[in-house]
């Protein structure tokens, strides 16, 4: 059994910035790709930011300049720096890892439970 626990959501204002982070525990083989998900108020989820076990980062072009994405391999943790923050950022922020796991013969993806954040004056 898989576990991902997110912290570091919280209100901020325009400008601010917060750091969330994911970490995994349990009974892991590998770990392939880390991502963070958000979903707006009526709105679709997207994918904000991912990082591969490589260390190659994507993001979406509506974060781009602004997140960065990182990871500590040895704590099997992903990190998502979020820096200038706007209104339109505020979302609940999922954490997922493509992860081997014991009982599978391929990777599987495990979600955190969401961590909110408000950008808010």
């Known amino acids: 059994q898989v576990q991902l626990v997110e912290s570091g959501g919280g209100l901020v204002q325009p400008g601010g910035s917060l750091r969330l982070s994911c970490a995994a525990s349990?009974?892991?083989?590998?770990?392939?790709?880390m991502a963070w998900y958000r979903q707006a108020p009526g709105k679709e989820r997207e994918l904000a930011a991912s990082i591969t076990s490589g260390g190659k980062s994507d993001y979406a072009d509506s974060v781009k300049g602004r997140f960065t994405i990182s990871r500590d391999g040895a704590k099997n943790t992903v990190y998502l720096q979020m820096d200038s923050l706007k209104p339109e950022d505020t979302a609940a922020y999922y954490c997922?890892?493509?992860?081997?796991?014991?009982?599978?013969?391929?990777?599987?993806?495990?979600w955190g439970q969401g961590t909110l954040v408000t950008v808010s004056s």
């Open positions: 997922s890892v493509r992860a081997w796991v014991p009982g599978s013969s391929v990777y599987r993806d495990v």
């Open positions: 349990g009974s892991i083989f590998s770990i392939s790709a």
